[in-house]
């Protein structure tokens, strides 16, 4: 196996937060030529790094340390009233794994879940080609899983499989399902799902305490944070301004 020392690193020119609006970020990504294998992307998770696509990337900001890194121990978690909730209704979901998402059926609850949710955001407008770099784009282990109701398409998880747990790569689902709260149903499943092959932790991205955006994330816990290159357990005095 190629060492990470081998792996050759960017850093992009400074450039606008997408989630701090006062802040300048910077970015260091792996050479994107690079084929990425499943014990690459588990070390490189481990120390703080999130693909997207061909990009395996992690934050580099000199003026901001706010993107920690999370991941939920999921043998420890417990569903709470909100979450049984969640679950109940979507009894009728059924959840299947498919080899890919490139047909148009895929692509346009995609297309409308940016325009509802992220019409604001640097996604928007959404395009066919954007589509498939961000998603279609996989690496070694990378799972498609569908979220189907009386055979009807809600939602799509995309999901890395690492060989401590699993990585929520990129969840999309029909926006106007909104009583179904199906981010959080996805979340959940994929907690279960990594429960389930015996592994120990969900990969949830990077949580931002100023940003509204990520403050979902400090609901499913146990959790730990990546501080200084150290995995360390969240706790309330972390959350507070």
């Not at 999370?70 to 009233?81: H, I």
């Not at 961000?134 to 890395?160: E, H, I, N, P, S």
């Not at 996805?186 to 991205?205: A, S």
Request: positive net charge; aromatic residues 12%.
């Amino acid at each position: 196996m190629t060492s990470l020392k081998d792996i050759r690193l960017f850093t992009t020119q400074p450039h606008k937060c997408s989630y701090l609006p006062d802040q300048e970020a910077q970015t260091l990504f792996i050479d994107p030529e690079f084929q990425v294998q499943q014990s690459h992307n588990s070390r490189l998770s481990e120390i703080g790094f999130r693909r997207s696509g061909s990009h395996v990337y992690r934050p580099n900001c000199k003026n901001c340390q706010q993107c920690l890194s999370c991941r939920v121990l999921v043998q420890q978690f417990e569903l709470n009233r909100r979450f049984d909730r969640v679950l109940k209704r979507n009894s009728d979901v059924e959840v299947a794994e498919v080899d890919s998402i490139i047909d148009d059926e895929y692509f346009l609850l995609y297309k409308h879940y940016i325009a509802v949710r992220h019409g604001d955001g640097d996604m928007y407008p959404p395009s066919r080609e954007q589509f498939e770099a961000f998603l279609l784009k996989r690496c070694d282990g990378t799972q498609y899983f569908t979220l189907r109701a009386k055979g009807r398409l809600l939602g799509v998880l995309v999901t890395d499989r690492l060989e401590n747990g699993l990585s929520a790569v990129y969840t999309f689902f029909d926006p106007l399902e909104d009583k179904r709260s199906l981010g959080t149903f996805g979340v959940l499943w994929q907690i279960h799902e990594t429960r389930r092959l015996g592994l120990t932790y969900l990969y949830l991205g990077y949580w931002i305490r100023d940003s509204r955006k990520m403050r979902y994330k400090i609901h499913y816990r146990p959790m730990e944070l990546l501080v200084r290159q150290r995995w360390v357990l969240m706790t309330d005095a972390m959350l507070a301004p």
